[in-house]
């Protein structure tokens, strides 16, 4: 008989007059505990970056390196590629914290962000080595957009909205359009062409681009 089924017929029994026995309380699991966690991470981590390739590492040798038995790992992620997501979650940068005065400065700051993300990816073999594992599992590549881009790309049409609402953006074409041509040189330079230069001053430079052409024309004098 399965527990789910036992524990009804357990407290229906402490509940009849006569019968001996007490109610069994209901158990529940032993809490996940933060610092395996942590552990498990690092130790990938750690792993990676004295020259062991994703396709070296099992689960069994991350148990080890991480100092945990192999059933604590699968608890937590049901195979190597499901772990290698939260390593790579562990190591993004979190993103800038607007403060709503200017259009313009948020935009910036949303683009600088990209910026230094593209610095990092192509400073760090370890952080290009996990990324390029995660995007060769379309599922997992998507749990990460969902995840962590989502909020990102809404943050951006957050700011471009205020940005219509104050009459500083045309409101007669599409937001999420306006939004690519904000993004779309950035991440062009940072993931598809990784030789041209990423210098300080390019976010405030397409910033300054972009919205000079989504800016609204001028009413026409009557």
């Given at each position: 008989m399965s527990r789910t089924a036992e524990q009804p017929e357990a407290a229906a029994a402490a509940a009849r007059p006569g019968q001996p026995g007490k109610a069994v309380p209901e158990r529940r699991g032993r809490p996940r505990s933060a610092a395996a966690d942590s552990a498990i991470i690092e130790a990938v981590l750690r792993l990676l970056e004295e020259g062991a390739s994703i396709g070296d590492l099992s689960m069994e040798r991350i148990a080890r390196e991480a100092?945990?038995?192999?059933?604590?790992?699968?608890?937590?992620?049901?195979?190597?590629?499901?772990?290698?997501?939260?390593?790579?979650r562990s190591l993004d940068?979190?993103?800038?914290?607007?403060?709503?005065?200017?259009?313009?400065?948020?935009?910036?700051?949303?683009?600088?962000?990209?910026?230094?993300?593209?610095?990092?990816?192509?400073?760090?073999?370890?952080?290009?080595?996990?990324?390029?594992?995660?995007?060769?599992?379309p599922e997992l590549w998507a749990?990460?957009?969902?995840?962590?881009?989502?909020?990102?790309?809404?943050?951006?049409?957050?700011?471009?909205?205020r940005g219509v609402a104050r009459g500083e953006i045309r409101a007669d074409r599409a937001i999420e359009t306006i939004a690519d041509l904000f993004v779309g040189p950035m991440l062009a330079r940072a993931m598809l062409h990784d030789w041209k230069e990423l210098p300080e001053g390019l976010a405030e430079d397409i910033v300054d681009m972009v919205l000079e052409g989504v800016r609204p024309a001028p009413a026409a004098a009557g």
């Open positions: 100092g945990v038995g192999k059933a604590t790992v699968y608890r937590r992620w049901p195979g190597k590629s499901a772990l290698m997501l939260d390593v790579m940068i979190p993103p800038p914290q607007l403060k709503g005065d200017s259009v313009r400065d948020d935009l910036v700051a949303l683009l600088e962000f990209l910026r230094r993300r593209g610095l990092a990816k192509r400073s760090s073999a370890l952080l290009r080595t996990i990324v390029s594992h995660v995007q060769a599992q749990e990460y957009h969902e995840t962590v881009v989502r909020a990102r790309h809404e943050a951006l049409l957050t700011v471009l909205r």
